[in-house]
């Protein structure tokens, strides 16, 4: 069992940053990626980004490239989510999840954390 649990979020003005972490523990060996998903107020949950374990390959959505950055601390189980020039659009609940060698439709995920920007 893995247990997730983010930090990091907050308010900021349009054109601000933020840095997301989530902290994974338990049993991680079987761990294939890490990344993110957002959900914003009456949207579905989309995509943001997503760092594979082995190799560091990342992925991102089209709404964050040039703007976002995923990392990993392999030490620490813990991924990072540098965001930068925030826009109000970026508003949303931000959750860590970790996808499992074990099952491509089976993934551990994070409690949450509010991301607001202003205008």
């Known amino acids: 069992q893995v247990q997730l649990v983010e930090s990091g979020g907050g308010s900021v003005q349009a054109g601000g940053s933020l840095r997301l972490s989530c902290a994974a523990s338990?049993?991680?060996?079987?761990?294939?990626?890490m990344g993110w998903f957002r959900q914003a107020p009456g949207q579905e949950r989309e995509f943001v980004a997503s760092?594979?374990?082995?190799?560091?390959?990342?992925y991102y959505a089209d709404s964050v490239k040039g703007r976002f950055a995923i990392s990993r601390n392999i030490v620490r189980n813990t991924i990072y989510l540098e965001m930068n020039n925030l826009e109000p659009e970026d508003t949303a609940v931000f959750y860590c999840?970790?996808?499992?060698?074990?099952?491509?439709?089976?993934?551990?995920w994070g409690q949450g954390t509010q991301v607001t920007v202003s205008s």
């Open positions: 999840y970790a996808q499992m060698l074990s099952s491509d439709s089976f993934k551990y």
């Open positions: 760092i594979r374990w082995s190799g560091g390959t990342t």
């Open positions: 338990g049993r991680t060996a079987g761990t294939v990626a």
